[in-house]
């Protein structure tokens, strides 16, 4: 299967300030990649659709002022936690599919552990 | 999407056969069965998916019910690793992909 990764793995940092995740396919390139955020004993939850070269799309209810979204190249989508708080601390994964298969299999990166202290 | 449910939490003896069940009645006729499972503190990972036809794969047997309202995901030789949670997901096949997830089953293999 295709690879994609996230950095960092985890990540702890103070209240009030920001922190970058990355999100990369290794192996293959993709148009859209998407943004979950995990809490704990919770399934997954679909946050933004990050797109290539245009604007992110954000789920009802998420701040898009607050999760930075940047997709630059058909490898690599950022999220930005702004001004980060306590209650942000999650478990933020990625996943990525191959843009030229006609069949949409997503991949998912390893997941990135952010808490906010 | 058609929405799926699942059993919230079964148990597989090590080396036994896993078959988790997942049902989705309102299953339309291009939306497509998607097996994803989730180690603890890990990404998702894609497991198997299909449309009508049975799908083996190296991991995992995927049987669809000839009506398409059911599935069962097997595990023919299930171990300790294979504890996860497991998540069935109905999806138009040549859609982005923006996959929503319900509770999945937490399948623990035990020795």
């Known amino acids: 299967g295709a690879v994609v990764s996230q950095h960092p793995s985890w990540v702890i940092c103070k209240s009030g300030t920001s922190v970058k995740i990355e999100c990369r396919s290794l192996?293959?390139?993709?148009?859209?990649m998407f943004w979950y955020r995990q809490f704990p004993k919770q399934s997954l939850m679909l946050m933004a659709t990050s797109n290539e070269g245009s604007k992110a799309t954000y789920e009802q209810g998420v701040e898009k002022d607050k999760f930075l979204i940047n997709h630059a190249s058909l490898t690599l989508s950022t999220l930005t936690v702004t001004s980060a708080h306590p209650e942000d601390s999650s478990f933020y994964i990625c996943?990525?599919?191959?843009?030229?298969?006609?069949?949409?299999?997503?991949?998912f990166g390893q997941g990135t552990r952010l808490t906010v202290v | 999407d058609a929405k799926t449910t699942q059993p919230p939490s079964m148990d597989c003896a090590e080396g036994r056969a896993a078959n988790l069940p997942c049902n989705h009645s309102?299953?339309?006729?291009?939306?497509?069965v998607y097996w994803y499972r989730q180690i603890h503190s890990q990404g998702p990972q894609y497991i198997i998916h299909g449309l009508k036809n049975n799908e083996t794969n190296e991991m995992a047997s995927l049987i669809i019910t000839e009506d398409r309202k059911s599935s069962t995901l097997i595990l023919p030789h299930a171990t300790l690793r294979d504890t996860a949670v497991y998540y069935c997901i109905v999806r138009v096949g040549g859609s982005q992909g923006n996959l929503i997830f319900g509770k999945g089953t937490k399948l623990s293999v035990k020795p």
């Open positions: 996943s990525a599919r191959p843009w030229d298969r006609q069949i949409s299999v997503a991949f």
């Open positions: 192996d293959f390139q993709a148009t859209t």
């Open positions: 309102t299953i339309s006729g291009n939306e497509y």
